[in-house]
């Protein structure tokens, strides 16, 4: 097993210090992130490489599928590596139509909790996102009742840490109040960056910050920029954008998906990938408007 460590660690709290380059497993489901895997051994294949290749921090949730990625993760990793901090979310149910639903309940978010013990296979969950209710953009709607109950249950020992999904700068302010967040997931990548100074915020506080959606999601990046610096530096686009992310903040932690491994090595191949300060000048054109 490799001892590398891709794009370097970051120490978030004791006992969680985990590699700035992860891994999303939300692409390991079917089409819109629904129903089984086109292909389940490659996607276990994935799951192992992973940790092969010195990832330990790997993104997930129980309504990916729904269930179907955390009965994955088990399958394929557990017993699970102690070095592997497993990130998991919470707010949200799928309909039978694959829809996103909110679900923030304090009762349903209490037992989104049990689910995801029960399918991963831990006593524990290291990380948990409260995932409020849109990914495009925030409000300013109180957190209190909802986090509180996340809190509670991280008192119980069924949560070592707490994070916010979703989250506005003062959402995040309440919610620190009630119990210590060491990461913030948030839309954010090249094109999209309207979270700029809730970054700067993150970093000054040793918060990881998460940016899903980091290659544009469902509608990946295009920009002319992109493929010019790309070219130029004899890497992908997509490569490019990823270092771009590690170099806009020493918290900046990465989750890019994938179902392929050679789509998985790629994008590892971008922690080591070092923008000159002329590169990141032309690419931060793309997201000033």
């Not at 490489?49 to 009965?71: Q, R, S």
């Not at 300013?140 to 979703?166: C, D, N, P, W, Y």
Request: glycine share 8%; proline share 6%; aromatic share 4%.
């Amino acid at each position: 097993m490799t001892t590398s460590v891709p794009g370097g660690t970051l120490a978030l709290a004791e006992g969680l210090t985990i590699t700035r380059m992860g891994y999303g497993a939300m692409q390991l489901a079917g089409p819109n992130v629904f129903g089984p895997p086109k292909d389940r051994n490659q996607a276990l294949a994935v799951l192992r490489m992973t940790v092969e290749l010195g990832i330990t921090h790997l993104d997930t949730a129980d309504f990916y599928g729904p269930t179907v990625v955390n009965e994955l993760i088990k399958e394929a990793l557990h017993p699970y590596p102690d070095s592997l901090h497993i990130a998991t979310k919470v707010g949200a149910r799928r309909g039978a139509d694959g829809s996103w639903n909110p679900s923030l309940d304090p009762a349903d978010l209490t037992a989104q909790v049990h689910e995801n013990l029960q399918h991963l296979g831990l006593d524990v969950l290291n990380v948990v996102y409260l995932r409020l209710r849109s990914h495009e953009g925030t409000t300013e709607e109180s957190v209190a009742e909802m986090f509180g109950a996340l809190a509670e249950l991280r008192k119980q020992g069924l949560i070592r840490h707490l994070g916010l999904s979703g989250v506005s700068d003062v959402q995040l302010t309440e919610a620190q109040t009630i119990a210590p967040v060491v990461a913030v997931q948030n839309l954010y990548n090249l094109a999209r960056r309207q979270d700029d100074a809730l970054i700067d915020r993150c970093a000054a506080s040793n918060i990881a910050f998460v940016p899903f959606f980091p290659l544009g999601g469902f509608t990946p990046l295009q920009s002319e920029t992109l493929t010019s610096v790309a070219a130029r530096l004899n890497a992908s686009p997509q490569q490019v954008a990823l270092a771009w992310l590690l170099q806009r903040s020493p918290t900046t932690v990465l989750i890019p998906g994938t179902s392929s491994v050679a789509h998985l090595r790629d994008n590892l191949a971008a922690a080591n990938l070092m923008l000159p300060p002329d590169a990141i000048a032309e690419l931060d054109t793309i997201g000033a408007a």
